[in-house]
């Protein structure tokens, strides 16, 4: 069994979140399935990440309610998940390894 996790740094965990830091956004039995399924997901992402910035440019406020509504609208409308900053959706095989390759995920996103 395998899982696609969109990893977010622990600064972009918002005060309400219980669980910080993974969205499970596929699980599958077949590695190669999520590989698949991940070069779709990463362009619809990176597009949900690029019409928020653009959205929020002219923005001059802190992080509010309306930024919570429209990032929730482009989640949906992009069939993201997770948060924005920093994010790198990684493949972990079972739930033992998860942890060192959850560091080395983390690591190589900075």
């Known amino acids: 069994m395998f899982v696609l996790l969109q990893v977010s740094p622990p600064e972009a965990a918002g005060h ?14 077949s590695e190669a399935a999520l590989r698949q399924y991940l070069a779709v997901y990463e362009p ?9 910035d653009l959205w929020d440019a002219d923005l001059a406020k802190d992080w509010g309610a ?14 993201g998940h997770g ?7 990684a493949i ?11 560091h080395r995920s983390l690591a190589t996103s900075k």
């Not at 948060?83 to 959706?89: I, K, Q, T, W």
């Not at 972990?92 to 959850?102: C, D, G, H």
């Open 83 to 89: 948060d924005r900053r920093g994010s790198v959706a």
């Open 92 to 102: 972990f095989p079972r739930r033992s390894t998860i942890s060192a390759r959850l």
């Open 16 to 29: 309400e979140d219980w669980c910080c830091c993974l969205d499970v956004i596929a699980v599958d039995a």
């Open 44 to 52: 619809r992402y990176r597009a949900a990440v690029a019409a928020f």
């Open 66 to 79: 309306e930024h919570d509504r429209v990032h929730d609208e482009f989640l949906v409308k992009y069939d």
